[in-house]
């Protein structure tokens, strides 16, 4: 997924734009700095877009994106997207339990995305998956304009989470959000 995730958006933008953090070289206080850089960095004409790849955890009071050391938490999610200058940056968070983060995190200068619709749905997700394949995808350009939207990636991943659940004959664990 962050191989794929990657590649789709250096081609959105310059490559020098797209950074990745991965396993052990991240920390809570890492991604922070970041951030507050990037926010220093950007004007009210860029936009963000920031993917969260991994495992979340809600205790039920606290949603908590997994990484190594202190997790990054809800509360860092909303202070993150609310310092970003300008509007329309999107936040795809592809983990477990991170529709919880909906309230949280809802306003109308950014797109939430989240794979699943409540802090309950704790399992391991599909939608990652997906949402990564639409973004690579032209099958994802619904209206054939040689561009893949916020939309057409989610309705894609959408889609291949509810194919996924019916060909295996489960109940969905997962159901994807978006704000």
């Given at each position: 997924q962050r191989h794929t995730i990657r590649e789709a958006s250096e081609k959105m933008t310059d490559a020098t734009l797209v950074t990745t953090f991965s396993g052990d070289e991240v920390s809570r206080?890492?991604?922070l700095?970041?951030?507050a850089d990037l926010t220093e960095r950007m004007s009210e004409e860029d936009r963000a877009a920031i993917y969260l790849i991994g495992h979340?955890?809600?205790?039920?009071e606290q949603y908590k994106f997994n990484?190594?050391?202190l997790d990054l938490t809800d509360t860092d999610l909303a202070d993150i997207m609310a310092s970003l200058p300008g509007q329309n940056h999107f936040?795809?968070?592809t983990s477990s339990a991170s529709g919880v983060?909906?309230?949280s995190l809802e306003n109308d200068q950014y797109i939430i995305i989240t794979a699943t619709r409540n802090g309950n749905e704790k399992n391991a997700t599909e939608f990652g998956n997906y949402f990564a394949e639409a973004?690579?995808?032209?099958?994802?350009d619904i209206n054939k304009n040689d561009t893949i939207s916020i939309q057409e990636a989610f309705d894609y991943a959408e889609r291949g989470v509810t194919e996924f659940f019916e060909s295996q004959g489960k109940l969905a664990t997962e159901h994807p959000q978006i704000r």
């Open positions: 206080e890492e991604l700095v970041h951030f979340g955890s809600y205790d039920g990484i190594p050391g936040l795809v968070n983060i909906l309230d973004l690579a995808s032209t099958t994802a």
